[in-house]
């Protein structure tokens, strides 16, 4: 009985703070006119900035009947070897029967601006778009060693909890706690102030820029933002096709998140609390920057598809 009263609180607390809920929560202050419109006529949220419930119904649904084929579009399993400092992600070997976040985000981009569509169809492709934008930042959403981390039994402040969850919700959750007030409004705003005038703004305009991560940004020629305008343009136009095009933006924005599994994500000793350990202060400024990196993202996405352009700096 008490079961029955108590789960549904722990999931709430648990969900609140975790990385598929706040890979969205800075979008609303760079929404484009058109894609800000859309995004409040589709979803109600109570907070104009953040896309509220929206972000965690995809998290949810994927346990439910009849949505279990949802799971496995919230990752890519990179069949690489991280503990050998080898890391990548590769659409062919990882992806290859495209049922991955890779094909998942073209997909649902395709859907998201389809008018055609009834508007239940088009409120799930959006919520999946928020989600997956965000979960594609998240190291072991791009990793397939011990399933993305979930094999691998860890502690977080004494408790135990796996490696994937630590990620996803523990160090997140304290994180949020130790150094933004324990509010996620206040974390989304910390990360928005940082964008806007503080450490990452120097970073912004690589964050748009798709080409292989590899390649200097200086050596692009291209305006921030044009791979990306070009990528989803091309994308829309070929919808009438119904070809899906693997897309380049977000194979190397997996490759990016990737590249933390060979240096902070399993750089752990057999038994250390990750929470209260020099793993955590390593793995916070990544948390941070990936979760900042994906939420602008997200926004320069939806104004591609509603406003035409990033519109962003
Ligand atoms: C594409 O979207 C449709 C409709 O939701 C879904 O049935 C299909 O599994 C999706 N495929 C991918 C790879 O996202
Ligand atoms: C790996 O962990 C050790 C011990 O905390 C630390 O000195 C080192 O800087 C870490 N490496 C990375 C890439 O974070
Ligand atoms: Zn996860």
Known sequence: MSMLILLPIALAVSTVTAWGDLGHETVGYFLAPNALAFV????????????????????????DDGWEWSQPLHFVDAEDSPLDGSCSVEQTRDCGDGQCILIAIANYTTQVSDSSLSSTQIQDA??????????????????????????????????????HAAWDTGMVEKNIDDNHGGSSETYADDLVTEIKSGSYKSLTSSWLSCTSITEPVSNSKRAPGADLED?????????ATEKITPL???????????????TVVFNYTKGEDLCTSSYYSNAVPVIDLQLAKQGYRLAAWLNVIFDGSTNLP
């Not at 072991?140 to 490696?163: P, Q, R």
């Not at 990528?231 to 919808?239: A, F, H, S, V, W």
């Not at 380049?248 to 060979?262: H, K, M, S, T």
């Open 40 to 63: 409040k006529a589709t979803i109600s949220s109570s907070d104009d900035n953040s896309l509220g419930p929206a972000a965690i119904w995809a998290d949810e649904v994927k346990y």
């Open 126 to 163: 959006l919520k999946f778009i928020v989600q997956f934008l965000g979960d594609i930042g998240q190291p072991l959403h791009v990793e397939a060693y011990e399933v993305g981390g979930n094999d691998i039994s860890a502690k977080c402040s004494g408790e135990s909890t796996n490696l």
């Open 231 to 239: 990528e989803i343009k091309n994308l829309l136009q070929d919808r």
């Open 248 to 262: 380049e933006c977000p194979l190397v924005w997996a490759q990016e998140a990737n590249a933390f599994d060979c």
